[in-house]
């Protein structure tokens, strides 16, 4: 199966490279599609070094899959010229996520949505997608009425040059700022732009997007999202107010057997999730699960997650995982 990798040399496309590769997705060819800026350069793919082509040879190439990551406006322009050529699609960017016409999908929740007339398919926001594999269980056994999440996210969710500029503080290097203020020894309490009801962009993907995967409208969402100086995952402190009460024991057993989910809480032994630990996995870890004693039928929980891998790259690769397996591809 020949596969194009657009946008193959930034962190997420370099990462997707990897997930591929690690989780032997059957590629007999990969094919990688960056700007025209890096056309020549050349990106390694299980041992074997690829030239990196243009948007439009990628299409030429005729591969059945392109996994984009390569932002909004490019798959705005390109991803729908991808589908025309009978390519299938599925896109990192915000894009097309609240298209009521194209899918958004995490397999361990909503993967049977899928059919075969999608062409593009979207990948939700790296805090939503390990959110909604830690809600969806609960979800189905006691009915959430209300989310409250605040998060606390890498710099690798930014990009490399947040990267670079956590790194060039930590040493007092000048360099290129990512973000308007320093964000080692920070915390910089905005994600993407601010929007006219006071939340930001990346605040209103999370409640959005919940609604949309979980197919459920009902469920109320509000979001406080947050940058901090740490590399390898995402944390999110999520409060969760149910129409069914619930036994701390029984949450954790469900959690415990869910898809994708791993259960790190063991408070004599202060085991808990943390992003040094989630970092190059492809799971979603919750621990310091408890009741909430401020209000009845609910619930506090820790979730950890790679922003980069279960975030982006691993899921789109899952996606295609399960578009194989039902003969979608």
């Given at each position: 199966m020949k596969v194009a990798v657009v946008g193959a040399t930034g962190l997420v496309g370099t990462k997707m490279l990897q997930v591929?590769?690690?989780?032997?997705?059957?590629?007999?060819?990969?094919?990688?599609?960056?700007?025209?800026?890096?056309?020549?350069?050349?990106?390694?793919?299980?041992?074997k070094a690829y030239k990196v082509v243009s948007m439009a040879d990628g299409?030429?190439?005729?591969?059945?899959?392109?996994?984009?990551?390569?932002?909004?406006?490019?798959?705005l322009e390109w991803a729908p010229q991808y589908a025309a050529a009978g390519i299938r699609v599925i896109d990192n960017s915000s894009a097309w996520r609240m298209d009521p016409t194209k899918k958004l999908v995490v397999p361990e929740v909503n993967a049977s949505?899928?059919?075969?007339?999608?062409?593009?398919?979207?990948?939700?926001?790296?805090?939503?997608?390990?959110m909604v594999v830690a809600l969806q269980p609960l979800h189905l056994k006691y009915k959430i009425k209300r989310v409250v999440v605040s998060t606390y996210q890498s710099v690798t969710g930014t990009g490399k040059k947040a990267v670079d500029q956590l790194f060039n503080?930590?040493?007092?290097?000048?360099?290129?700022?990512?973000?308007?203020?320093?964000?080692?020894?920070?915390?910089?309490?905005?994600?993407?732009?601010?929007?006219?009801?006071?939340?930001?962009?990346?605040?209103?993907k999370m409640v959005l997007e919940t609604n949309k995967i979980m197919q459920d409208n009902s469920?109320?969402?509000?979001?406080?999202?947050?940058r901090i100086p740490v590399v390898g995952g995402h944390s999110e402190s999520v409060?969760?107010?149910?129409?069914?009460?619930?036994?701390v024991n029984e949450v954790k057993s469900l959690l415990a057997a869910a898809p994708g989910v791993v259960v790190q809480d063991d408070l004599p032994n202060q085991i808990y999730p943390m992003p040094l630990w989630a970092h190059e996995k492809d799971e979603v870890f919750v621990g310091?699960?408890?009741?909430?004693?401020?209000?009845?039928?609910?619930?506090?929980m820790w979730i950890v997650s790679d922003n980069l891998r279960k975030g982006a790259a691993t899921n789109a690769v899952q996606i295609a995982e399960y578009m194989l397996a039902n003969g979608l591809l």
């Open positions: 591929l590769a690690e989780r032997n997705f059957p590629v007999t060819e990969i094919v990688p599609v960056a700007s025209e800026r890096s056309v020549g350069k050349e990106v390694s793919f299980k041992g299409i030429a190439a005729k591969p059945a899959l392109a996994i984009f990551s390569a932002g909004g406006g490019t798959s949505v899928l059919t075969n007339e999608d062409y593009i398919i979207a990948n939700p926001n790296c805090s939503t997608i390990q503080e930590r040493k007092a290097v000048e360099g290129e700022m990512a973000y308007k203020y320093p964000i080692d020894l920070n915390v910089i309490p905005q994600i993407d732009v601010f929007l006219d009801n006071g939340y930001t962009k990346e605040e209103m469920i109320r969402v509000t979001a406080t999202t947050v409060n969760i107010e149910f129409e069914n009460d619930f036994t310091r699960i408890r009741r909430d004693e401020s209000q009845d039928k609910t619930l506090n």
